[in-house]
């Protein structure tokens, strides 16, 4: 760990692995490290790795976001990270998403928030919060001018639910807010919506897979529309069903501060769409919707094309694991994406498209000119990468391309590099879990030789071998652009993997 001590630039770091014997030197290295503003832990660390991290943050006076999800803490390495946050001066976000903390360790976080007021952001996903001290965490946060954001999603803390709600109606200084997977009944519903009538800091609220959500949707609505602070709001996964949508596309009508929605994963189908469709053609501040998952067909995608040839606000449409779409959905989509060039983002993976699909998204990309980012994975482009591939040599916005898993063969990688060849704004490609091996490879070597603006490369789990390997190292010793590539899961040898590290 010796480079955490020498680096004089150095500002964040991510461990994937740490062996047993290496967290002392870690501890070590942070007790003196002047720089280092961000540490992640993504493994398994313990109660006696978490204790000695605890150590060496009562010292650190530069780390501002630690991040330890999923590294094993339990109520005892709480207690020591407790007590160094109530020393701890500099942190200011502390991620302990899914570890083993029970409500002994959480009255024991509790406690050193009174006394703390730097902590700005505090995510405890998945933690066993039952039976928790519920008087000492609804003071605290009726009197906390520090927390921004907290995260208590799916953490069992039903029961004191409508303590943590009243005491949010007196919070000024929450503004994002995840309760994801609570399990909300009458009474906290009711809670709820007196949260968003009174609180007026609360700018995005998470609210997917929330239990009695649905028989509770005409309250909520009618307190959304009288809203006028949150502009983000996820409902996603709540069995949201068309004949519902309805209240939700009210508030789409009324509602002038809301500008992200989020209802992937309800069964909305086209009745739904065609609500969410007419609601669109009035609203002039929504810039996100995420309808995905929903069950709508081609029919849902007609009603979104007229709704999107008229709006003029919306950048970002997620139509994701549509699988119903189909063709002629896309085909919709790709009517309204030659007319509407406020769109920026669209996201249309796993949408079941096939060769028409494409032939006509590429007939729209050849005169958007407003599309950036373009998710098509888990589609079937092979068989229509002919005219989506003559598609990027025209269009001069694309930045981010995804055609992970589309069953993309060593020819279809050729169509695809001809193209590029000709393009210079396209800067991430992901290509992961096709079927080209290493001719594929080989052509886009090529291209990576002098391409200058792809930066980003996603190889993982295709066909590519040693040989696939050696073209891509010797294309990067001539290109200085490329920072990112990743080619996990294709069938190389340890020695390749050193021929591209050099």
Not at 156 to 172: G, P, Q, R, S, Y
Not at 473 to 490: M, P, Q, R, S, Y
Request: aromatic content about 6%; overall charge negative.
């Amino acid at each position: 760990m010796d480079f955490l001590v020498e680096n004089p630039k150095l500002t964040s770091m991510t461990y994937k692995d740490i062996k047993s014997g290496n967290i002392d030197e870690l501890v070590t290295a942070l007790s003196v490290n002047k720089t280092l503003k961000t540490l992640k832990i993504e493994c398994y660390i313990g109660s006696y790795g978490a204790e000695k991290i605890a150590s060496a943050l009562e010292v650190n006076e530069t780390i501002t976001s630690l991040y330890l999800k999923d590294t094993g803490i339990n109520d005892v390495a709480m207690d020591a990270l407790a007590h160094a946050l109530t020393i701890n001066k500099s942190i200011t976000l502390i991620d302990l998403s899914f570890n083993k903390i029970t409500s002994l360790g959480f009255d024991k976080l509790v406690s050193a928030l009174q006394v703390n007021d730097t902590v700005s952001s505090i995510f405890l996903q998945e933690n066993v919060l039952s039976d928790y001290n519920s008087s000492a965490f609804t003071q605290y946060l009726e009197k906390t001018n520090s927390l921004t954001h907290l995260d208590l999603s799916w953490t069992l803390i039903d029961e004191a639910l409508h303590d943590l709600m009243v005491a949010l109606k007196k919070n000024t200084s929450i503004t994002t807010l995840f309760l994801n997977g609570l399990m909300f009944e009458e009474q906290t519903i009711d809670s709820l919506v007196e949260v968003l009538q009174f609180n007026d800091t609360v700018k995005s609220i998470f609210l997917s897979r929330v239990f009695y959500f649905p028989m509770s949707l005409d309250k909520l609505t009618t307190a959304l529309k009288r809203n006028t602070s949150l502009t983000s709001i996820d409902l996603s996964m709540n069995s949201i069903h068309g004949d519902q949508v309805e209240m939700v596309a009210s508030v789409i009508r009324e509602n002038r501060t809301i500008t992200s929605l989020n209802l992937s994963g309800n069964p909305i189908g086209d009745a739904g769409a065609a609500c969410l469709a007419e609601a669109l053609e009035m609203n002039t501040t929504l810039t996100q919707l995420s309808i995905g998952l929903s069950s709508m067909s081609a029919s849902g995608g007609g009603y979104l094309e007229q709704a999107l040839k008229i709006n003029k606000t919306l950048t970002c449409l997620n139509l994701g694991r549509m699988t119903t779409l189909g063709d002629d959905g896309a085909d919709a989509i790709s009517s309204a994406l030659k007319v509407n060039d406020t769109i920026s983002s669209i996201d249309l993976h796993e949408c079941n498209i096939g060769a028409s699909g494409f032939e006509n998204l590429a007939s729209a990309l050849s005169i958007n000119d407003g599309i950036t980012e373009v998710c098509l994975g888990e589609n079937y482009i092979n068989a229509g990468i002919g005219p989506f591939a003559a598609a990027l040599k025209v269009n001069r916005t694309i930045k981010s391309l995804k055609l992970d898993n589309n069953h993309i063969d060593d020819l279809g990688i050729d169509s695809l590099v001809c193209s590029m060849m000709e393009n210079d704004t396209i800067q991430i490609v992901n290509l992961d879990k096709n079927s080209f091996g290493s001719e594929g490879a080989r052509r886009l070597s090529t291209l990576l030789k002098v391409n200058n603006s792809i930066t980003s490369v996603y190889l993982n789990n295709n066909n590519i071998d040693n040989e696939g390997i050696q073209y891509l190292a010797d294309a990067l010793k001539e290109n200085c652009l490329v920072t990112t590539l990743e080619i996990t899961g294709n069938p190389i040898s340890a020695l390749a993997h050193t021929s591209l590290d050099k």
